[in-house]
């Protein structure tokens, strides 16, 4: 079965500097990964979906890269805030059912002021 | 929360007990899943549903069962709960193939005491 690894040590960075989360992941490659935003007592927040033909794919702030070579997604957030604090969780579809999705461990990033 | 609620938000029940939660979603979507949340596992699934009465197991499903009678109910009942399954429990909805993200609902903290 498909292994999800994300950083399990909290990130922290000053404000206004770029915040990089790492998702690495074992077996097969994926035809896509996801990334979600969670809250404290909140359900996971979809924000960001590349396909294993993308690249790198852009939302504001936010930027995620998808090296199937390495069996790595990097998730950037340029010019990070405060209220960027928060559980960054990966997310892929297992091999064989792409409607379903196992979810790593999530990283914890705070910006600190 | 993209139209979906869980309840009830918070239980305190005793081992022994059935326990029954309930997501409701109006976004008419066919997919709909129930994960569990625990610290050092991160979110894991338990059932999902692809339809109405469709459903089909998930990672961790032993000592749960779920119904879906309407497209905007699925239920998750834990015949007998016990202390291993004190958890978070998150509803998610989704619509492949138009879109793979899944929509999450704000959660529902079980404690089985």
């Known amino acids: 079965s498909q292994k999800i690894e994300q950083n399990s040590e909290a990130l922290n960075i000053q404000e206004g500097k770029t915040a990089t989360l790492t998702c690495n992941y074992t077996?097969?490659?994926?035809?896509?990964l996801q990334w979600y935003r969670q809250d404290p007592g909140r359900g996971p927040v979809f924000l960001l979906l590349?396909?294993?033909?993308?690249k790198e794919k852009r939302k504001e702030r936010l930027k995620v890269t998808f090296d199937t070579t390495l069996k790595q997604s990097l998730f950037h957030i340029t010019a990070s805030q405060p209220a960027d604090s928060a559980t960054y969780l990966c997310?892929?579809?297992?091999?064989?059912?792409?409607?379903?999705?196992?979810f790593g461990g999530g990283t914890r990033l705070m910006v600190k002021p | 929360d993209a139209g979906i609620t869980q309840s009830p938000r918070h239980k305190v029940t005793e081992t022994g007990t059935p326990v029954t939660l309930r997501c409701h979603q109006t976004?008419?979507?066919?997919?709909m899943y129930w994960y569990r949340q625990d610290p050092g596992h991160g979110l894991r699934l338990i059932h999902y549903?692809?339809?109405?009465?469709?459903?089909d197991k998930g990672e961790v499903s032993d000592g749960y069962s779920v119904s879906r009678s309407k497209t905007e109910d699925f239920l998750l009942t834990l015949e007998s709960a016990t202390s291993s399954q004190t958890s978070v429990y998150f509803c998610?909805?989704?619509?492949?193939?138009?879109?793979?993200?899944?929509?999450f609902g704000p959660g529902t903290r079980l404690t089985v005491t």
């Open positions: 976004e008419n979507h066919r997919y």
């Open positions: 549903s692809y339809g109405v009465k469709d459903t």
């Open positions: 077996n097969y490659s994926p035809a896509y």
């Open positions: 998610a909805i989704s619509e492949p193939p138009q879109t793979y993200e899944q929509y």
């Open positions: 590349i396909r294993e033909n993308e």
């Open positions: 997310a892929l579809p297992p091999k064989d059912a792409g409607n379903m999705l196992t």
